[in-house]
């Protein structure tokens, strides 16, 4: 009989460490070289107002050799980016040398730790200067923003805890992982990053790797709506990491749907999920309701995230894998629910590759599209960068300014559907293509008139019609 009880004991102990060895550790650290690199970026001159810059420039060391310093670190090139060729697009985000260098200023509490984690990801003069400003800069945010706040940071890092050692942050991982139908390393831990914000409301996070930055200001009291948006992050990463066999699936189930709308609500897809998902079924979880402001601020991404979210919600209490099921259902929604966004440039706009003949009208779109999910942005029309737009599954914008009649003819010869219209090169026009992966191509021919005064004229309400 004791040998019996001692094996009981012993299988309920196993099953206890088993069943904590299953859960992915979740660590949370605050980071002061990461808080610098923050502050160096939001002290610019080319960044919009905020707290920490009205600090800077309040303070004494707001001097023409500190300015210098803050726009020569600005123009330090650390974007570098690697695709996988073999996912289809945009299914997998490509990496990012920021992404690693962010991740390395995350998760270091030392420079010196930082320079030995991310030697070689840029060339080795530009990440010297990038450190050694850090580095010059760490004292000044320390003295201007760490100590004043030390008090407030320790709050909002307790109050994050308190999700890690509930463990609600490694079962609503799982829920991820579960839903995603996405393996995952449980022996790599996922680290979060406290960033303090002295902007009274400020509430943000961005993911990379097995990193998540949690941005929120010092005085916030929601933080059930913080864990929530760490959460809408992180589902981000475990979408990304589906395996490739999930992501040609996923991409074969909404082409099989044959409706005209598959690649936008397919491009809709990501951030849908991770609204239902990350702060739908969370903060219905964690408040037996979901409130209108839990949403995503995006009219798109909201009110597809509301309208899939019964089948999200379903999905999960029974424990099933998103399955070609569940995208029948989504490309149904989006099909009965939201007819008229293919043709609202809103929408179209949000992923977007847009190839122009000078940078300056990148502006327009910049200003008048300013949210996005995907943007790539080219000055160089020519064979190579349309055979590169030709591949992308997302809108596609072309501006010609100069050689025209080359121009559209080297369009017309890569898009078979611009054949049977007649664009008369010398004269200023748009004009709207559906091509055969489902997205828009969109030409612009100007002489005189701006993008700008072209697309106000054409689209006056941003509609296709």
């Not at 030709?390 to 121009?407: A, D, G, Q, Y």
């Amino acid at each position: 009989m004791k040998k019996n009880l001692i094996l009981i004991v012993f299988l309920v102990h196993s099953g206890l460490t088993l069943l904590a060895q299953d859960r992915v550790k979740f660590k949370l650290h605050f980071s002061e070289i990461y808080a610098t690199y923050d502050f160096l970026t939001k002290i610019s001159d080319n960044y919009p107002d905020n707290d920490l810059k009205t600090i800077y420039t309040n303070s004494k060391y707001n001097t023409e050799n500190y300015k210098k310093q803050v726009s020569d670190f600005e123009k330090i090139r650390l974007n570098y980016t690697y695709s996988y060729d073999q996912y289809p697009q945009p299914l997998k985000v490509a990496m990012m040398s920021v992404d690693l260098l962010e991740k390395n200023l995350a998760t270091s509490q030392t420079m010196q730790e930082f320079r030995n984690k991310s030697l070689g990801i840029i060339p080795n003069e530009d990440l010297i200067a990038f450190s050694e400003t850090i580095e010059k800069f760490q004292p000044i945010y320390h003295e201007l923003v760490a100590l004043p706040n030390i008090s407030a940071l320790e709050e909002q890092k307790t109050n994050l805890l308190n999700y890690v050692k509930s463990n609600q942050f490694s079962d609503c991982f799982q829920i991820g992982l579960s839903f995603y139908n996405t393996a995952w390393d449980k022996s790599v831990p996922f680290e979060l990053n406290l960033l303090p914000s002295l902007d009274k409301g400020n509430l943000g996070a961005r993911a990379f790797f097995n990193v998540a930055v949690c941005e929120a200001s010092l005085g916030l009291k929601d933080h059930k709506s913080f864990f929530s948006v760490a959460m809408h992050e992180i589902y981000h990463i475990i979408y990304d990491n589906q395996s490739l066999q999930l992501k040609n699936n996923i991409q074969q189930w909404f082409n099989k749907t044959n409706s005209p709308n598959s690649q936008y609500a397919l491009l809709l897809l990501n951030e849908v999920l991770a609204t239902a998902l990350g702060n739908a079924y969370i903060m219905e979880q964690l408040n037996g309701k979901i409130e209108d402001d839990d949403w995503y601020g995006n009219k798109y991404i909201a009110e597809m995230s509301k309208a899939i979210y019964p089948t999200v919600k379903k999905y999960v209490e029974n424990k099933k894998a998103i399955d070609e099921d569940f995208i029948k259902t989504y490309v149904q929604l989006y099909d009965t629910n939201f007819p008229n966004w293919p043709n609202e440039l809103m929408h179209l706009f949000m992923y977007r590759y847009i190839v122009t003949d000078t940078r300056d009208d990148w502006q327009y779109f910049r200003k008048t599209y300013r949210f996005y999910s995907y943007n790539r942005l080219s000055g160089n029309i020519s064979e190579s960068e349309i055979e590169k737009a030709k591949n992308s599954p997302l809108t596609k914008c072309f501006v010609i300014s100069t050689k025209h009649k080359e121009k559209i003819g080297l369009l017309r010869n890569n898009f078979p559907e611009t054949k049977k219209r007649n664009m008369n090169y010398k004269k200023e026009f748009i004009e709207i293509f559906m091509l055969e992966d489902r997205t828009k191509l969109i030409i612009i021919n100007k002489y005189e008139s701006t993008v700008e005064d072209l697309m106000k004229k054409y689209f006056p309400n941003n509609i296709i019609k």
